[in-house]
Nanobody
Framework: VQVMESGGGLVQSGGSLRLSCEVIGFPFNRAAISWVRQVPARGQEWVSS???????IYRDSVKGRFTVSRDNNARTAYLQMNSLKDEDTGVYFC??????????????RGQGTQVTVSS
């Protein structure tokens, strides 16, 4: 299984970014996909997940600003991030499955993409 993120970068506070997550080697339409971030000062934080029935869940601090979606035909999940804040800075990775605890370990995950929000 290969999981590949793209779309990170440097953005000013209040700006937007869209992350993409392509999955190869797994029946994508059966997978739940999670977005997780690594923040130096706070460790691992679950951000959002989308189930194979398109149900979505979010951590409280991103509700109303982030939107997770998926395109099964493209084997890709997306994380649209609007109204970005300094505290959203981190390395974002996507993974198969759903686990919201900071101690979660994901068997199938990408390398991550850096998101830096500057004030």
């Amino acid at each position: 299984v290969q999981v590949m993120e793209s779309g990170g970068g440097l953005v000013q506070s209040g700006g937007s970014l869209r992350l993409s997550c392509e999955v190869i080697g797994f029946p994508f339409n059966r997978a739940a996909i999670s977005w997780v971030r690594q923040v130096p000062a706070r460790g691992q934080e679950w951000v959002s997940s989308i189930y194979n029935n398109f149900t979505t869940i979010y951590r409280d601090s991103v509700k109303g600003r982030f939107t997770v979606s998926r395109d099964n035909n493209a084997r890709t999940a997306y994380l649209q991030m609007n109204s970005l804040k300094d505290e959203d800075t981190g390395v974002y990775f996507c993974a198969l499955g759903v686990c919201t605890m900071p101690t979660c370990e994901f068997h199938d995950r990408g390398q991550g993409t850096q998101v830096t929000v500057s004030s």
